[in-house]
């Protein structure tokens, strides 16, 4: 069908004309790491440890002599970048594995750099990778909720709001009840509840879709923010003190190097959140209703022809948009931190947005968005502990920064589903 | 298609409002400012200024609801409901009352001061909050009256905060001129960062929502940053603070040293008339307002949508920065990394109520100033939480984009809506087409 044809098309080779985005783009990224990696490269040597002293199978530590890595690294990101060049000029498209590759190496060089400029340049990369995945669990399923409604032509900025209240819910429903699991129930019913009234207000009485998101992000924040000064704060010990989800790690698996405690040694929110990605992503572009959501989301009028309820489908994908991210926000106080405070989420809903934007509107890409995000938060955090020169703003400044550029298409323009934003009226 | 002046009339209310969408609320257009008196009487008559009202109404009654509910008397009252229910009801009765009495005490009047002057001092409290609300809520409209949504006002208010208080504090200039520097940088650095979403749309078709939400995020870390650098932090502190701004670079106090209200309320006023003026009298205005209602028409007719984004964009940035303005040169006068409290999401409720409209934004940053001063007067006095005061205005923008709603609660003519709803369509439509 046309219709999967066009939503599956990554869109990555450009148009005829020559686009000099990407090659300028790589030039620049490339005298960054010859002048930075390279020349101002440390005599250090960075140290990245690969397994801690209590793991079962240890790993030789790699040590990495930082002057010599930034080299390399700019003299293959500047290879790239020449290459890139002749492709544009020659009317070709660049290959996509190279802009993957240069997305490597320079992560590689910067971590090798920073890492080598700091006072105590060793840092555990277990540690890092691990803390990265949980940073972005709640990320992870805020953009999948996004990429449910979005799909189906609803703009969802109410992520957010259904993080926040599933994080409420999952607080005082667990606390209530002493039992975790309940809190995870509740968490999804709230984030249904607040998905319920941005389908109503959007669906049935056609309200802009961004300004019911918006408008639903702030009442969320006030609701939960009074409740919790009062009926939480008057008697924490009955509702604001849940208990936590345990660790289920799971033996041997978990003492793969690396990959072992990342994949295997989760709460059962991370579990949950590896198969909501799958099972999204399958649903999506392997069934019938993926085929059917995607239709809606693209062109309603001829998916009402077809015999699609346009709008009861609409309905229901925003629905279960709202119980994953509702789920996705009891990891705030079922695993992450053990009471609920007012704005815990602190804007993680609007960095699911742009996971979502950046991954392009696709589960998979979402997730490695969301990781990207938990990576850079995580690395101020290790590189705090290290003591580096970098100021720790730009550190956090780095994945808007990239998410921004990103954005702006040096990874190819994103294309949203056509017909988001827009009510559908039957004619 | 000549582009003519467009006429205040009717015709000109169909581009009005954030980005076009059928039915966004748009039922009856709201009062046009050039024949004021007929608009109202003509908005009351076909009903929107009725829906507003009962909106307000409504979401006070279930903020007072959720007071009640919450309150601690109305639950221990309630343990003994079904042998005194009176006890109860007069339980929640006081608590919610209690709450507003106190809010309105803390918004307009307060009859246990000193002087007549002093009673009024809540109102210029009002005032003094609503500055920063009115400009940034107007940042954020202009931008929707041209198809843009700028969830980014929160980092242009940092932006504008920074220039502004850069000058303010380690330039030194005479008085008037100083003053002069700081509102014109404030709007500069606003502009800035409101062109980069602009720019990068117009150029590479990057969503505005994200790079504004992102700019948001870099503004605050850089603030942050510079507060620790030897030219912006204040001697001898540790803090991330700036020196304070010089006398002759903030706002004169307008009513005195008692009342906080500063000469950027009247600046507040100005903006909102310029950007009337712009929006409705000029050819950029109407190419502004053509490129929201349909980019695909206004470029058959020969306007560049690209410039237009970017244009819109610089001034809706400008507009927040003036925010950030009255922020560190009125009620501040020092900068650091909170000066933008929470203005810049505020901002996009007030203009959302505003219905973009600039005396609307206007009189709904006024609403909502009263809102925030007065709710941290009933904080202090009933011990009711601040954030109640989000719970009601998010609920007054809720009802206020659905009409049809509002209607259905409060029973008024049912047919009369969906009529509207039709011609409020087409109405559309035939904007988008002209």
Known sequence: MSIAATVTDPGVAGPSTRNWKAPIGFGVGALIALFVFAIGGPAATAVFRVSDDSDRFRLADIALPANVVGWVVAVALIAIAVYAFLQVRGGRGINRWAGIAYAVLFVVGFLTWVVGIADRPSISLAGLVAGSVTLAIPLIFGSLSGVLCERVGVVNIAIEGQLLSGAFAAAVAASVSGNAYVGLIAAAFAGVLVSLVLAIFSIKYLVNQIIVGVVLNVLVSGLTGFLASTLLSRDSATFNSPPGLPEVRIPLLADIPIIGPILFQQSIVGYFMYAAVIVIWIGLYRTKWGLRVRAVGEHPQAADTMGIKVNATRFWNVLLGGAVAGFGGAFFTLVSVSSFTRDMTAGQGYIALAALIFGRWNPIGAFFAALLFGFATNLRFVLSIIGTDVPSQFLAMLPYIVTILAVAGLVGRSRPPAAGGIPYVKE | ?434
């Open chain 2, 1 to 434: 298609m000549s582009v003519n002046r467009p006429n205040a009339g009717s015709a000109s209310e169909e581009t009005a409002a954030p980005p076009p969408v059928p039915g966004t609320g748009d039922t009856t257009p709201a009062p046009d400012q050039e024949d004021h008196g007929r608009g109202i009487l003509k908005s009351i008559a076909t009903g929107s200024s009725l829906v507003a009202i009962l909106a307000v109404v409504l979401s006070i009654i279930l903020g007072g609801l959720l007071i009640a509910l919450t309150d601690e008397d109305v639950a221990a009252a309630s343990t003994y409901f079904f042998s005194r229910p009176g006890d109860t009801l007069l339980a929640a009765w006081e608590a919610a009352s209690g709450a507003y009495a106190a809010l309105f005490q803390g918004a307009v009047f307060n009859p246990g001061a000193d002087s007549l002057g002093l009673m009024f001092r809540p109102l210029t409290e009002t005032l003094t909050v609503a500055t920063p609300l009115i400009l940034a809520g107007l940042g954020v409209a202009v931008a929707f009256r041209a198809g843009l949504f700028n969830i980014g006002a929160q980092g242009q208010i940092i932006l504008g905060a920074m220039f502004a208080g850069w000058i303010g504090f380690s330039w030194h200039l005479p008085f008037g001129l100083h003053l002069l520097f700081v509102v014109l940088a404030g709007f500069v650095g606003g502009a800035l960062w409101g062109v980069i979403p602009g720019l990068l749309k117009a150029r590479t078709g990057a969503h505005e929502v994200i790079v504004t939400i992102m700019l948001n995020y870099i503004a605050i870390y850089l603030v942050g940053f510079l507060l620790t650098t030897p030219s912006f932090q204040n001697p001898g502190s540790s803090n991330p603070i700036s020196p304070r701004l010089d006398d002759t670079a903030v706002f004169p106090q307008i009513l005195g040293p008692q009342f906080r209200l500063h000469l950027g309320f009247l600046v507040a006023i100005a903006a909102t008339y310029g950007v009337w003026w712009l929006l409705n009298r000029s050819t950029v205005g109407f190419e502004l307002r053509a490129v929201g209602a349909n980019p695909f028409a206004a470029r058959t007719a020969g306007i560049s949508v690209t410039k237009g984004y970017v244009v819109v964009m610089m001034l809706a940035g400008g507009l927040a920065g003036l925010a950030g303005v009255a922020q560190v040169a009125g009620t501040e006068r020092v900068l650091t990394s909170g000066i933008a409290a929470s203005f810049g999401f505020d901002a996009i409720t007030v203009a959302l109520l505003g219905r973009s409209h600039p005396w609307g934004v206007f009189f709904a940053g006024v609403l909502f100033g009263a809102f925030r001063a007065g709710g941290v007067q009933m904080q202090t006095l009933t011990g009711t939480p601040i954030d109640i005061v989000l719970v009601v205005q998010s609920l007054i923008v809720l009802f206020i984009a659905a009409p049809p709603l509002v209607k259905a609660i409060f029973r008024i003519d049912q047919k009369k809506t969906a009529k509207a709803r039709k011609g409020s369509k087409n109405q559309l439509v035939s904007g988008g087409a002209a």
